[in-house]
Every structure is written in C-alpha cells, then in structure tokens.
C-alpha cells in the first residue's frame, strides 16, 4: 500500500526506508540517508511504522518478550524522532523564497506513529480474547509509544 501512495503522489515526495529501529547505527544510516535526498529542505512529515510482534500465553511471557517489544515498539519510535528532529527543524523552518526563521519552536512538524489493530487498547470487544491474551506484552508496549 505505501508503493501505492508514493507513485500517486503527485504534491509531495514520499520516501520509503526500512529500518531496524533498535540499532542506533542503522537509525544513523536511516537519518543520512533521508538528508542526502531532502538537502536543506529538510523533512516535514515523519511517519514511524515500526512494530515486532511475538505471540505466546501469558502463562509463558518472559522478561525478554516484554523488552524485546518495548525496545522495538516504544523506544525505537522515539530513538527515530530524536534522530530525525534537526531534519524535522530544518523541514518546519524552509521557506521556498530562502528565507528560512531562526527559532527552535516547531509548529509544522508532524509525526505520526502507527499501530497496528493488535495495538489497541480501546476497543477490545472486536478482539478474540485469546488474541488480547497472546498480544499483552505488545499491547503494553504499544500504549506507551
């Protein structure tokens, strides 16, 4: 489906990258490689769409299950923001005529981070119960990004 978005784009580049979110070194790679193509335009939107997954009993969840989502799903998300934010500044402050505002308040960054149905929280009725039991440590990690 994002294929599909970014050749109907017509008003804006979109540009896909895939990413290992809990390697500080390919995020690195993730922001060089964005700032090579955006120049000094910077970025103006951030869309985080990470997410990991391991289903199992509650019976059988483990420290590492619950880390291994917590790393994925709520601190890489941020681990990415935080490493986007100077493009991000550079993206809210372009001004097509050059002109660029010297402020570090940014009013036209946007940052959308998505979650998958399993994610919810909210609405747990339309879930099987024995799909909302072998997600929890997901759930949890996804309620925090």
């Known amino acids: 489906e994002l294929e599909n978005i970014k050749k109907s784009s017509d008003r804006c580049q979109v540009i896909l990258i895939q990413a290992d979110v809990t390697n500080k070194e390919d995020v690195k790679s ?4 964005i700032e090579e193509i955006v120049g000094d335009k910077g970025l103006n939107l951030l869309i985080n769409n990470a997410g990991a997954l391991r289903m199992g009993s509650f019976e059988n969840l483990t420290e590492e299950d619950m880390l291994y989502h917590f790393k994925t799903n709520t601190v890489g998300p941020v681990t990415v923001f935080k490493e986007m934010l100077p493009l991000l ?3 809210d402050h372009f001004k097509p005529n050059g002109i660029a505002i010297k402020t570090y308040e940014l009013f036209q960054v946007k940052v959308l981070n998505i ?7 909210g609405d747990l009725g339309e879930i099987p119960l024995e799909l909302v039991e072998s997600t929890i440590s997901y759930r949890t990690s996804k309620v925090w990004s």
Do not use: E, F, P, T
Request: glycine share 14%; charged share 15%.
């Open 30 to 33: 993730l922001r060089n490689s």
């Open 89 to 91: 500044v550079k993206g």
């Open 115 to 121: 979650s998958s149905m399993a994610g919810s929280i």
